[in-house]
């Protein structure tokens, strides 16, 4: 059970304090240009009220599947196999990831705002945006007010105490402008940032996964096209295009449920529809049989190494080149450091907060091999690895023991759902057994 954050209230709080104990300030304030008008008060708390609604929508808001009431497991792929979520019990929606926090499948989860003590998700998304978009709007039209009194009391700094404000309006004044101005600058950050997700289509959890693809890229060009998972699965790794970004405009309409572009700015604008959440227009640039995220061997299953007739019909370039001296070398160190790896325990290993030393040996192919084997031998383990903000999966509130790649594994699929899906389907489903020595194939079909 997550521990309660303070997040939520704190925010709260600070809304309270920028938005109502400013107005009583800059009516009080002996300064020009005086009290605020009419016109100015009623404008600055309809934006205000805007703030209240749209924060308000983005905590309440259901973010994820509800699977009963939207019945969508019958409705996408005909009952195919597909992601199977192990924590929920149930199939996992495309570009969904299951939320620790929330204890739910989120689909295009972007984070788990601990500001809004709610995943910021499809549904959650117009909401979240609406709320960021007011509140710096409100928050600039504060600093406004704040930045001109200032500026008039820097001019009389030189008069007579007396004349100007109060010791506590004066810490009154400078506390709401220090508050304001740094809370305004952080918010239109993650704003800026928000709007780019929208109009790439490409979600915070989505850059994580790009990000972490291209890495992979990068490493397997230098083995060969393929990198090494649990083991010593090898791993065919080819590079895939994102494949949800279907322009600007459709992404602008699928992100805030809505082609009417008033209505994007509506606090009153309703939620995405449930089933909207389901499937997702692709750009066509990769096969459609090509799932996303692609695969990544750190976060493989089944790491029972390969028997060795599975590992001479694998037909892959990487055989080619494993006679070159050099690519032996680095084979051998690799050998050699999982041993020492595995002889200091994987649990000392992970919970150790700096990278282990790796062993010294001499380089036959110059500093770009040493990098790369510098980076498989500090890579921070399964499921560990970081982006360039150092930031994990997990640190995002995914769940990463679920969100691992089982697209193809029925461990932890009940029986009943092999046999309907076997029923929808109308082929023969593979089970595994339980002990992979009692069978040499490792399936046994029902007929």
């Known amino acids: 059970m997550p521990k309660p954050s303070l997040a939520a209230p704190s925010l709260i709080l600070l809304i309270l304090f920028l938005a109502y104990t400013s107005q009583p300030l800059l009516a009080r304030l002996p300064l020009p240009p005086g009290p605020l008008t009419t016109r100015q008060t009623l404008v600055f708390n ?95 039209y504060l600093e406004y007010f704040l930045l001109i009194r200032a500026g008039h009391l820097w001019k009389q700094r030189n008069l007579p105490s007396y004349l100007g404000p109060s010791v506590l309006q004066f810490i009154h004044l400078l506390s709401l402008f220090s508050t304001n101005s740094f809370v305004l600058f952080a918010v239109s950050i993650l704003f800026a940032r928000s709007l780019w997700s929208l109009a790439t289509n490409t979600y915070t959890i989505e850059g994580w996964e790009i990000e972490r693809h291209e890495d992979l890229v990068r490493r397997a060009r230098k083995l060969g096209g393929y990198v090494e998972g649990p083991g010593g699965v090898r791993v065919r790794i080819t590079k895939q295009e994102f494949p949800y970004d279907i322009g600007i405009w459709e992404n602008l309409k699928q992100g805030m449920g809505s082609g009417n572009i008033l209505s994007w700015f509506s606090p009153f604008s309703s939620t995405p529809n449930p089933e909207s959440g389901l499937s997702y227009g692709v750009n ?15 976060k493989m299953r089944h790491t029972h190494p390969p028997s060795q007739q599975q590992q001479q019909q694998q037909d892959n370039p990487y055989t080619s080149i494993t006679t070159r001296p050099d690519v032996l070398a680095f084979r051998r160190r690799q050998r050699e450091d999982f041993k020492w790896r595995q002889a200091l325990g994987n649990h000392k290993y992970q919970q150790q907060p700096q990278q282990p030393q790796e062993p010294e040996y001499e380089s036959e192919n110059g500093s770009e091999e040493e990098d790369e084997y510098r980076a498989l031998v500090t890579s921070p383990g399964r499921g560990e690895w970081v982006n360039s903000d150092g930031d994990r999966l997990k640190d995002f509130g995914v769940d990463d023991e679920d969100d691992e790649d089982d697209e193809d594994d029925e461990e932890d699929i009940s029986l009943a759902e092999l046999i309907r899906r076997r029923r929808n389907n109308g082929t023969t489903t593979a089970l595994r057994l339980p002990d992979p020595g009692s069978d040499p194939e490792g399936t046994q079909k029902i007929e």
């Open 284 to 298: 066509g640039f990769e096969d459609l049989s090509l799932a996303w995220p692609p695969p990544d061997p750190d």
């Open 46 to 140: 309809f934006v205000i009220g805007f703030v209240w609604i749209c924060y308000s929508r983005a905590c309440l808001t259901d973010p994820g599947i509800r699977r009963k009431r939207d019945g969508w497991e019958e409705k996408e792929d005909g009952g195919k196999k597909g992601r199977w979520c192990r924590k929920c019990g149930g199939r996992k929606p495309k570009r969904a990831h299951h939320c620790r926090v929330c204890g739910k499948c989120i689909p295009k989860m972007d984070h788990h705002c601990p500001w809004t003590a709610n995943c910021v998700s499809h549904y959650t998304f117009p909401h979240f945006l609406r709320f960021l978009f007011y509140a710096v709007l409100a928050m600039s």
